[in-house]
């Protein structure tokens, strides 16, 4: 079985803090995509850099305390990608990619806009430049698996309060339909609903740190494993690690039927 964690951390030094690295070492899985680690390579230890038995890979913001992502795994990497090309995202450390055999794995974090209405037209900017790359990396023949915070709940049944979120970022209009074009248009699988089609209030992997959201389940699903199809088809196992709490996010991990 091919064993794949996404987790947002906001801030891996305070993941770590909360024991991160000590489960991650305990998951036997082949990749740990991260994102949103808060720190540049400097600021890193070898707890983090140099866990036992894993290569780090990272790509940093230039902006010091934000965004950023990574990949941990065990495996020899054949190729290393940071960024997909794109001078504006590329400077926050948004892209992670590695090659193994005919399987890319990526660790992305894509742009929040609920902050400002700037940055929500930098969130839209983003999906208008990272879709042709998508594209792209499909017709490449590649298994492509993308791993990430999308910011992004795709249906009702993906978020707690839908009603009240229709006109906010992570559940506009246009960020559905980027996601309903991916998976209905582009043919890439979004993995975790393919196994659990009907779950609700069990998928949500972000709660706000406001309001007791937490304690009450009021909860977003927008972090992803995305695939193509060929790849999708051998998922057996999805769940949402809420055992412990390393960040405002909790890791989603699936397993597949696949040979590296």
């Known amino acids: 079985m091919l064993r ?5 951390l906001n801030g891996i ?14 998951q036997s899985a082949d990749f740990i995509c991260v994102q949103e680690l808060k720190a540049q390579q400097a600021d890193l230890g070898p707890e983090i850099l140099s ?7 990272f790509h940093h913001a230039q902006k ?18 940071l960024g997909f090309g794109n001078p504006e995202f590329d400077a926050e450390g948004r892209y992670v990619e590695v090659q193994i055999g005919q399987l890319s794995v990526i660790s992305v974090y894509m742009p929040s806009g609920s902050s400002s209405l700037e940055r929500q037209e930098a969130k839209f900017r983003f999906l208008d430049a990272f879709l042709p790359h998508l594209i792209q990396l499909k017709k490449s023949g ?8 999308v910011n992004i709940a795709h249906h009702e049944i993906d978020l707690k309060n839908w009603k009240g979120n229709l006109k906010n970022s992570g559940f506009l209009p246009e960020e559905r339909a980027w996601l309903t074009n991916l998976f209905s248009e582009l043919g890439y699988v979004d993995v975790y609903r393919q196994l ?23 909860g977003w699903r927008i972090d992803y494993q995305i695939a193509t199809p060929e790849l999708a088809q051998a998922a057996r196992k ?12 909790a890791p989603l991990i699936i397993e597949y039927d696949w040979k590296l």
């Not at 999805?238 to 996010?249: I, M, P």
Request: charge should be positive; proline fraction near 6%.
């Open 238 to 249: 999805a769940g949402v690690y809420k055992e412990q709490r390393f960040s405002d996010h």
């Open 64 to 81: 010091k305390g934000y965004s950023g992502s990574g990949i941990f795994t065990p495996h020899p990497v054949k190729h290393v990608q």
């Open 4 to 8: 794949i964690i996404s987790a947002n």
């Open 196 to 218: 659990e089609p009907d779950a609700s209030d069990t998928c949500y992997t972000w709660w706000s740190q406001r309001g007791q959201a937490y304690a009450k389940n009021v």
């Open 51 to 57: 866990p036992p038995g894993l290569h780090a890979y």
């Open 142 to 149: 590649r298994q492509i698996l993308l791993c990430g915070d």
């Open 13 to 26: 030094r305070s993941a770590a803090k909360k024991g991160f690295m000590g489960w991650l070492n305990d």
